[in-house]
C-alpha cells in the first residue's frame, strides 16, 4: 500500500512536504517516483529517486524548487516543495517503479494528495 | 523527449463493443509502454506492460499489441467498470524519466 499525506492549500511562494508511507513490500528494493495530474488534466512525471536513493532526477519545471528524498527505515518517500507557484496545483502521486528483464513500469499506485497553490 | 500522442480523446461505446485505443510515439520506444486506467478517486491500476503483457489480476478482456511507435488497447467486450480514462506511459533507459500519453477517455454511450 501506498498512501500520500501532506497535501493542502498553499500560498504562490510557499512550501509544503509531502510524504509517502509504503508497506506491504519491502520498499528499501523499489526505485519511486512522484507524478501530479493538475485538476482536469492528464498525468505529468515530477521526480525520480532510485532505491538506494543515490540517483534522483526531476523534471525541469520543478528543478531548483522541489526536492525528493526517501527514508528506507522509515518506509516512506517524501517531496519537498518549495517556491510554490499556482501551475504546481494538482494531485500528486507516489509510484512504485518495477523492474524485470530490462523493463520497468510504475505497477502500484498510491491514491494521491491534493495540493492547492492559491492566495 | 519522446512524445505520446493518444487518440482518440473520447470513445463512446455501449456495454458490450469492443473498444480499441491508440498510442504513438514519437520515435521508437520498442516495447517499453505500459497502459493505465484511472477511475475518479481511485489509485491508478496497471493493466499492460511490456507492450502486450497483462498484470497481474487484470481480465483477459484487456489486451494490448505493438511495438516500436504504434501501440493499442483493446478491451474485448466493455463491461460497466471500464468506462474510465486511459493512459499509455513510457520510460527512457536513461536518465528515467517518464512520458504519458494525454489519455483516452471511454464513455457510456
Known amino acids: 500500500q501506498l498512501v500520500e499525506a501532506g497535501g493542502g492549500l498553499v500560498q504562490p511562494g510557499g512550501s509544503l512536504r509531502l510524504s509517502c508511507a509504503a508497506s506491504?513490500?519491502?520498499?528499501?528494493?523499489?526505485?519511486m517516483n512522484w507524478v501530479r495530474q493538475a485538476p482536469g488534466k492528464g498525468l505529468e512525471w515530477v521526480s525520480y529517486?532510485?532505491?538506494?536513493?543515490?540517483?534522483?532526477y526531476y523534471e525541469d519545471s520543478v528543478k531548483g524548487r522541489f526536492t525528493i528524498s526517501r527514508d528506507n527505515a522509515k518506509n516512506s518517500l517524501y517531496l519537498q516543495m518549495n517556491s510554490l507557484r499556482a501551475e504546481d496545483t494538482a494531485v500528486y502521486y507516489c509510484?512504485?517503479?518495477?523492474?524485470?528483464?530490462?523493463?520497468?513500469?510504475?505497477?502500484?499506485w498510491g491514491q494521491g494528495t491534493l495540493v492547492t497553490v492559491s492566495s | 523527449e519522446i512524445v505520446l500522442t493518444q487518440s482518440p480523446a473520447t470513445l463512446s461505446l455501449s456495454p458490450g463493443e469492443r473498444a480499441t485505443l491508440s498510442c504513438r510515439a514519437s520515435?521508437?520506444?520498442?516495447?517499453?509502454l505500459a497502459w493505465y486506467q484511472q477511475k475518479p478517486g481511485q489509485a491508478l491500476r496497471l493493466l499492460i506492460y511490456?507492450?502486450?503483457n497483462r498484470a497481474t489480476g487484470i481480465p483477459a478482456r484487456f489486451s494490448g499489441s505493438g511495438s516500436g511507435t504504434d501501440f493499442t488497447l483493446t478491451i474485448s467486450s466493455l463491461e460497466p467498470e471500464d468506462f474510465a480514462v486511459y493512459y499509455c506511459?513510457?520510460?527512457?533507459?536513461?536518465?528515467?524519466?517518464?512520458?504519458f500519453g494525454g489519455g483516452t477517455k471511454v464513455e457510456i454511450k
Open positions: 509510484a512504485r517503479e518495477y523492474c524485470a528483464n530490462g523493463v520497468c513500469y510504475s505497477d502500484f
Open positions: 506491504g513490500f519491502t520498499f528499501s528494493n523499489y526505485e
Open positions: 529517486i532510485s532505491s538506494s536513493g543515490s540517483m534522483i
Open positions: 520515435q521508437s520506444v520498442g516495447t517499453h
Open positions: 511490456a507492450a502486450s
Open positions: 506511459q513510457q520510460r527512457s533507459n536513461w536518465p528515467p524519466l517518464l512520458t
